[in-house]
């Protein structure tokens, strides 16, 4: 393993929680993308702690294919995100921004207090960035029912579960499919979106 | 070449050329059925890790396929199991020939057979819930098909089944590595609540089975029936593999006395929502919640009787819910709507739908004389001296369905409007067969019962 990237964890994990908390509180989903793609960078990172970096890398090839699925579905549908499709839901900005501190320094407290039933081998810097990106994925899942924003956020939960299950399950075939799974993931969701828009149109024609 | 990569590679191709062929929509169908059909009866009857001469050659098939250092292996524990899974899925595929214009079901469908098939054969079993997972994607194919507004049901399953997969798999690694020997430990503890959640999600207990109605309300009924015994009987497979592994599990008394308590809340909360209903599928999906909530309370016998109860079940509603979801398929495409208001008097107009439908209902019900009734009466007999709560609940959940289901034979039979519509022979005789189905099975469940219970081969521990 690479020493820097041990070194320098602690970049991987400020890098999963903006990326986490940016895609829960921006609108464009472009930008959600982006740190969709963000997320995955800092998942191989912290998965580098634990695996060959070239078997790690695996996961980015994973994620950017992932993330090129749902950009593909996004240029035909448009860019704007609805975050909810229920009158009532609150999901404001201020509501998100406090829901992003609450849900970060909860994980945080969490993974400190070892609440997580983690076991010793784990880097402390992995379980930090595997419960933040858990608990946002969770947020947004909790705040939104829009597809893209669903995507998001089970792909984040993923994300955030594999950065410790690989330390405790090294095996090629679970990361194989856990790789395979955030593709399928992407390609439903992307289906989602694209025929929900289709729908739309021709019900408006 | 192994059995599991000819049923991988007969799946997949299957699947892959359905859609593609060019043929008369009956045709395709009964293209997909007799494939799925070849695959379980090559699953049943193939003769593995045995020389077979052909002529002057010699096949050996073997029963073990290794892909990337993890085993998918067919055998004796196990072929039962997968041959009936194609078997059943080759009966419910056959279905959509009459139940409704589905694109996706006889290709997508059999891809979430497979995927199942493959959890029941993969080693160590615990990464079947990896399967499961891509089944569920195929699900909400099939759930949002043509009506992508209504995605609602199909986005919470995608959500629920996921995040199952993430709680069983970390549940998983505890059981794994904690050493646990007892369930009195605090680690037994731990892993014994992940275990629970994790198997909670995957089996639709309230409050994780918010997808089904909403499901119910959007999706075809024939597409919802479809994914739904699909998937439960998968979580079901799954449940029994790790009693049948840990003795821990099996010897924790709360953890059966818990799923008697929550089948029992299933069989109850479902029966009366049930009842309730005023759309015939939201009905159906409330239904599938009571009639699981049997194969709980069967788990929670903790009893070898119970468990094949619980096998034999799931085998038996699956014919039920088809019926039903069958008749309700053909009732909405003719009336529009699946509604009691728009039902009334429909009986006159489609008796062959409606009568496959209302026997479907009482099935999947319990009410005597039907598919339904044997195992719960048996699972009663069995119960009554543990469980009186979990025995009175079974009998209160198939008074709630059976007093739903004359609710809508009623409004069926109120008002005699309009003339019966013509259906083809063919599919008069294919209604017929379900209802006399549903009839049948009830009569002689001796037909069916033990036949199924032989998927429970592998269950060593279980089953002995």
């Known amino acids: 393993m690479i020493s820097w990237l041990r070194e320098l964890a602690m970049i991987a994990v400020g890098m999963a929680f903006i990326t986490g908390a940016l895609a829960i509180v921006l609108k464009d989903r472009r930008w959600m993308l982006l ?39 996004v ?18 900005f201020a509501f998100r921004i406090i829901g992003v501190l609450l849900v970060s320094a909860s994980m945080w407290g969490l993974v400190e207090r070892g609440g997580m039933f983690l076991p010793q081998a784990v880097h402390p810097a992995a379980a930090l960035g595997s419960g933040l990106l858990l608990g946002l994925g969770l947020l947004h899942l909790g705040i939104s029912e829009e597809p893209f924003r669903v995507g998001i956020g089970l792909l984040s939960a993923m994300a955030g579960f594999e950065i410790v299950y690989v330390v405790v399950e090294p095996s090629l075939a679970v990361l194989a499919f856990m790789t395979a799974i955030h593709i399928g993931i992407s390609i439903v969701v992307s289906y989602l979106i694209v025929g929900a828009s289709t729908d739309e149109v021709e019900g408006l024609s | ?22 043929l008369r929509r009956e045709a395709v169908i009964a293209i997909a059925v007799l494939g799925a059909a070849l695959l379980g009866a090559f699953a049943l009857l193939m003769p593995i890790e045995e020389a077979l001469s052909m002529g002057t050659t010699g096949v050996r098939v073997e029963g073990t396929w290794m892909i990337l250092g993890r085993a998918l292996t067919l055998d004796d524990g196990n072929r039962t199991a997968v041959g009936f899974l194609y078997l059943i899925g080759a009966f419910m595929i056959g279905g959509t020939w009459m139940a409704e214009r589905s694109r996706y079901l006889p290709s997508v469908g059999l891809i979430m057979v497979y995927v199942v098939a493959a959890s029941l ?27 992508f507004q209504a995605r609602k049901g199909a986005l919470r399953l995608l959500i629920l089944y996921t995040l199952g997969m993430i709680v069983l798999l970390w549940a998983g690694w505890l059981v794994e590595t904690g050493g646990i020997t007892s369930g009195a430990t605090q680690e037994a503890m731990q892993a014994t609540a992940f275990l629970a959640l994790g198997f909670a999600i995957l089996l639709s207990i309230p409050p994780f089975h918010i997808w089904l109605p909403t499901a119910g309300e959007e999706a075809k009924p024939y597409g919802l029936m479809f994914v739904a015994v699909i998937l ?17 599990l099996r010897q924790n008394e709360n953890l059966f006395a818990g799923a008697r308590l929550v089948g029992a809340v299933m069989v109850v909360f479902g029966g009366a929502m049930a009842i309730a209903q005023r759309q015939f599928s939201k009905m159906m999906a409330y239904a599938l919640l009571a009639d699981f909530g049997v194969i709980v309370i069967a788990v929670g016998t903790g009893q070898a009787a119970g468990y094949e109860l619980a096998i034999g079940h799931s085998g038996v509603r699956a ?13 909405k495409q003719r009336e529009g709507e699946d509604t009691l208001e728009r039902l009334e008097g429909s009986l006159w107009r489609f ?37 009186g709560i979990a025995a009175g609940a079974i009998l209160i959940g198939t008074v709630a369905i059976t007093m739903g289901g004359l609710r809508w034979m009623i409004a069926m039979l109120r008002s005699r409007s309009g003339s019966e519509e013509r259906i083809s022979w063919p599919e008069r005789i294919f209604l017929m067969s379900g209802l006399g189905l549903c009839l049948v099975l009830g009569l002689f469940p001796q037909l069916t019962y033990p036949l199924v219970v032989k998927a429970g081969e592998g269950l060593m521990n279980l089953l002995p």
């Open chain 2, 351 to 387: 008796p062959y739908a409606t009568g496959a439908t209302m026997a479907g209902l009482f099935a999947v019900g319990g009410l005597p004389l039907t598919a339904g009734f044997p195992g719960r009466w048996a699972l009663m007999t069995i119960l009554a001296p543990v469980s």
């Open chain 2, 232 to 248: 439960q009987s998968a979580g079901l497979f799954f449940l029994l593999f790790f009693l049948n592994q840990y003795p821990w």
């Open chain 2, 121 to 147: 054969m993969v080693k160590p079993f615990l990464f079947a819930v990896l399967f499961i997972e891509l089944a569920a994607m195929g699900a909400v194919l099939i759930l949002v098909e043509g009506r």
């Open chain 1, 75 to 92: 240029v035909r549908v448009g860019y704007e995100s609805r975050l909810s499709e229920r009158e009532g839901l609150p999901s404001g």
């Open chain 1, 35 to 73: 740190m969709l793609a963000g997320e995955y960078i800092a998942l191989t990172w912290l998965v580098g702690l634990a695996l060959p970096i070239q078997v790690a890398a695996a996961k980015l090839v994973g994620g950017m294919m992932a993330c090129a699925i749902l950009a593909m579905s």
């Open chain 2, 1 to 22: 070449m192994s059995a599991p990569l000819i049923l991988t590679i007969g799946s997949i191709l299957l699947a892959a050329v359905i859609p593609f062929i060019r």
């Open chain 2, 319 to 331: 014919i039920s819910l088809a019926v039903w979801a069958l008749g309700i398929a053909v009732l």
